[in-house]
């Protein structure tokens, strides 16, 4: 019966990820949308943020459901802050004046800012909390 009980664990997943990439996707044309017709690059930005941290923050669901605060210092030092630092590099640039890393935009050409993003948010979830099993 147990092994049962995984099964509907990973189908339901499965759905929450179907509906989050379908949402996610349509909130995100539209930020894209309401950035061409405003001018204002900050919709498109702060909508790819939080869509990236939200995927990461689902991804880490795979490995079992978030249990008792328990913060990991290694991982949250050594792969989460790195990550989030990178990630969100693009976005405080557009605020305040950052000083260029020439290799950022190589790193971060095609999906790497939101590949930080998936990886910030993941490690975000198992850095501060202790897995539990489904």
């Not at 147990?2 to 189908?11: A, D, E, P, Q, V």
């Not at 997943?13 to 930020?31: D, E, P, R």
């Not at 869509?51 to 880490?60: I, K, N, R, T």
């Not at 990178?86 to 590949?115: C, D, H, M, N, S």
Request: hydrophobic share 50%.
């Amino acid at each position: 019966m147990r092994s049962n009980k995984g099964y509907f664990y990973f189908l339901v997943w499965i759905v929450v990820a179907v509906l989050l990439l379908y949402y996610g996707n349509s909130w995100l044309t539209q930020m894209k949308h309401r950035t061409n017709v405003t001018g204002d690059s900050n919709f498109a930005v702060i909508g790819e943020t939080a869509y990236a941290l939200v995927l990461g923050a689902c991804l880490s669901l795979l490995v079992g459901l978030p249990g008792r605060f328990k913060p990991h210092k290694p991982l949250l030092l050594a792969l989460f802050a790195p990550c989030f630092v990178l990630f969100i590099y693009a976005v405080a640039g557009q605020y305040i004046k950052l000083p260029e890393i020439p290799w950022y935009e190589e790193v971060t050409r095609y999906e790497g800012r939101f590949l930080f993003g998936v990886v910030s948010g993941f490690s975000l979830i198992h850095g501060l909390f202790e897995s539990r099993r489904r």
